[in-house]
């Protein structure tokens, strides 16, 4: 698949899970359902009742992440914060609350039917410090050195263009300032027939990066300080009815893939001086 046709693959199913959240307050993703309570083990029980309990139930529901990088990202009163591919804006609402009314929290979203999601989910939530952009994270439509803090939740892996993104997120990022994003990683080396089907498990299309090679392109872009802190690792049973579907054989497969695919922390500092 080409990267445009990757792009657009990609659009299309996140602008059908927010229409669905729209019309019936949950969403699916590759067959299972997200939503409050779920036991889909990729999208369920990251966030806390006390982080949700102000926030619109399709926010929640709208949620399609692997993580929740608003939990362990550290962010404080004044700061502006960047969530990049920001679907329906449960994680700029919860970044927004904490930098409070002095600071600021962009969402960043190329498709429509999520922009407006999340729009009406500010709306909803009334919170006044947010603004949500049209944009794509390989072209951050903001001024360099502008952020304090770059979120995401387990958008990064569907870029066919990692290394354009790590490039506009140093850009953006004032000296100093932090990458704090959920992604999902590899270790290892896993068949690449079977890690297809097990990425579109995860995250309907994914394309994750195997960890050294996530390191070693952060570093590239220019970022000191990576670390990369498994959050959620997925076994092969978690999968099982999803591989069955597909017509893969589960245990068969299960001694290359079992425990190699994770949601991951990763964190990462745009130097002080560049």
Do not use: H
């Not at 498709?111 to 729009?119: K, S, V």
């Amino acid at each position: 698949m080409t990267d445009e046709g990757l792009k657009d693959r990609v659009k299309q199913k996140y602008g059908l899970a927010a229409l669905q959240v729209t019309a019936t307050g949950t969403t699916s993703c590759c067959g299972s359902t997200s939503q409050s309570g779920s036991g889909d083990p990729v999208t369920s029980n990251l966030y806390g009742s006390d982080q949700t309990a102000d926030l619109p139930q399709q926010a929640l529901a709208a949620s399609l992440g692997c993580g929740n990088p608003t939990a362990l990202a550290e962010l404080t009163p004044g700061e502006t914060v960047l969530d990049l591919g920001s679907g329906g804006g449960i994680d700029v609402l919860l970044s927004a609350k904490r930098v409070g009314p002095d600071g600021k929290a962009y969402g960043l979203d190329m498709t429509d039917e999520m922009l407006a999601l999340a729009r009406e989910n500010q709306r909803k939530a009334g919170v006044a410090n947010v603004e949500f952009l049209k944009g794509e994270i390989e072209a951050i439509p903001l001024p360099d050195d502008s952020v304090n803090v770059i979120i995401s939740n387990c958008v990064i892996n569907l870029s066919a263009a990692k290394d354009r993104v790590f490039a506009e997120a140093f850009r953006v990022l004032k000296p100093g300032g932090r990458l704090a994003v959920s992604d999902v990683v590899v270790r290892g080396e896993v068949p690449s027939a079977v890690r297809r089907s097990v990425e579109l498990w995860i995250g309907c299309i994914a394309g994750a990066l195997e960890e050294r090679d996530y390191r070693a392109r952060l570093a590239k872009a220019g970022f000191e300080g990576v670390e990369v802190e498994p959050t959620r690792i997925y076994r092969t049973e978690d999968a099982r009815e999803f591989l069955n579907r597909e017509g893969i054989d589960a245990d068969a497969i299960a001694p290359a893939v079992d425990g190699k695919f994770m949601s991951a922390f990763i964190r990462a500092r745009k130097p002080s001086a560049v």
